[in-house]
């Protein structure tokens, strides 16, 4: 069963909030505020924090540079993941993902289902790794941001989290690389 293992130190990981929106500020991002909230709480790092349009380009123009930051462990984006015309994030940043992580999509859509039914079908939420750092790719909802971060990522982010976690496994995600 899951369990937090006390014995373990708390391991701060640098995590960016991208909020993919036509129309908000950072005044008015109550997703990315939720998020950002939560990263701090958490005592984890708030690397950096941005708002994009809707557009593909600017969208990965951002993931790639914060995944090329030594800054960066984490990058979660917020928004885009309908069915309208404007939603493209998973467009995105699908085509840069280096690994798919399928089971983070099923798992917060069996945790969305218990909260809004069938409409969790209405999100393409998604995630894998860019340039050796994690990408969750969330929806523009601050509940669904809540859901995210209270159910999944706060410990899977948790080094302490047993069996086991992204933290202990994060210096190894570029291994297939074969870097120095």
């Avoid at 924090?49 to 809707?54: G, K, L, N, P």
């Amino acid at each position: 069963m899951a369990r937090i293992d006390e014995t373990r130190p708390f391991v701060p990981v640098g995590i960016a909030v991208l909020t993919v929106s036509d129309t908000r500020t950072l005044d008015d991002d109550k997703s990315g505020t939720t998020l950002a909230d939560r990263i701090v709480a958490a005592g984890h790092r708030l690397a950096d924090r941005a708002i994009v349009t809707d557009d593909r380009q600017a969208i990965r123009d951002k993931v790639l540079a914060w995944s090329s930051s030594p800054d960066v462990d984490v990058v979660i984006t917020t928004g885009g993941t309908g069915f309208t015309g404007r939603d493209v994030t998973p467009e995105a940043l699908e085509p840069i993902f280096e690994k798919r992580m399928d089971g983070f999509s099923e798992v917060f859509h069996r945790i969305s289902y218990d909260k809004i039914g069938t409409s969790t079908i209405q999100s393409r939420a998604t995630g894998g790794v860019v340039n050796a750092t994690f990408v969750f790719v969330l929806p523009g909802s601050p509940g669904a941001c809540r859901d995210a971060w209270d159910n999944i990522l706060q410990f899977q982010l948790d080094y302490r989290h047993m069996p086991c976690n992204f933290v202990e496994i994060m210096p190894r995600l570029d291994e297939h690389l074969k870097r120095g």
